[in-house]
C-alpha cells in the first residue's frame, strides 16, 4: 500500500521559499505553469487604478506568507521559525 501524496514546501528548486515547486510537484506540473496560473487571477486587476494594483500585491504577500508558514518543508528539514 502506498502513502498518499503530500503538499510540502520545496525550497531547494523554488525561487523563494519553494511553495510553487512543491504545488508543482504535488499536481506533476511544470513550475512554470504554475507560476503563471497563480498570477493569472490578478492580471484584470494591474490594469486598474493605482489602488487595486497596490491591493493585489498585498493579496499575493499574504498568501505567500500563509502558504509558506502553512506547508511543511520537503525531505524532513525542521521547519523554519
Known sequence: MSSPKRLYRQSASGRIAGVCAGIA???????TLVRRFERTPFLA??????ALAA???MGDVVVRVI????????G??????
Request: net charge negative; glycine share 6%; hydrophobic share 35%.
Open 25 to 31: 510537484s504535488y499536481l506533476d506540473a511544470d513550475v
Open 45 to 50: 486587476l494591474e490594469v486598474g487604478p493605482s
Open 55 to 57: 491591493l493585489r500585491t
Open 67 to 74: 502558504a509558506d508558514t502553512v506547508l511543511p518543508p520537503a
Open 76 to 81: 524532513g528539514s525542521t521547519p523554519r521559525r
